[in-house]
Structure formats: C-alpha cells, structure tokens
C-alpha cells in the first residue's frame, strides 16, 4: 500500500470515530471513557490541535475541541454532559490522580 493511500484510509478511520463519539454515542461521558480506555473526546481533540501545532498551524485548546467537537465545547456539555457519578470520580483519581 503506498503512503497516500495509507493517509487517506487513516483519516477515514478518523473520520468514521469522530462520528461515532459526536454523533452515534453521545450517551458515552468522557469520564467514562478515560475510566475505560484511557482516553477520551478531549484527548484526540487535544492530538488534533497537537498536530496541527507541530505543522505550524496555529490552533487553541478550545479551537481543537470545536474542530473535533463540531460546536464550541461549552454547547456540547450542555447538550450531552451529564453529572460523573462519585465511582466514576473515584475510578477516575485512582487511575489518573
């Protein structure tokens, strides 16, 4: 497979994640996922903004959240955040605190 095609399939595979977490699960809380997988939303939208940064693309924490968001974060919280519950909160200072 040449280098193109290899980019163009994983930016697909990007593509179909993001819809998957903005669009298909939204019932899914970050907390969760950290708990879970170790990353969430906010972490490939920081990788995006990350990545745009090492290719001298100027890009806020809050830019690279509403590119991978597709709204400001503050509209996606109110729209699909809920309350972690305190296990969730505790798993996730176990894990990460």
Not at 28 to 42: E, K, S, V, W, Y
Not at 56 to 76: H, L, N, Q, V
Not at 80 to 85: G, I, K, M
Request: with cysteine; net charge negative; charged share 35%.
């Amino acid at each position: 497979m040449d280098d193109q095609t290899r980019i163009e399939l994983e930016a697909a595979a990007f593509r179909r994640l993001q819809k998957h977490l903005m669009e298909d699960r939204t019932d899914a809380q970050n907390i969760d996922m950290m708990n879970l997988a170790g990353f969430c939303r906010n972490c490939l939208s920081r990788w995006y903004q990350e990545a745009a940064n090492e290719r001298g693309i100027e890009m806020t924490k809050d830019e690279g959240r509403e590119a991978f968001y597709g709204m400001p974060f503050s509209e996606w919280k109110e729209k699909y955040q809920t309350d972690a519950s305190a296990e969730a909160k505790e798993a996730f200072k176990d894990n990460h605190g």
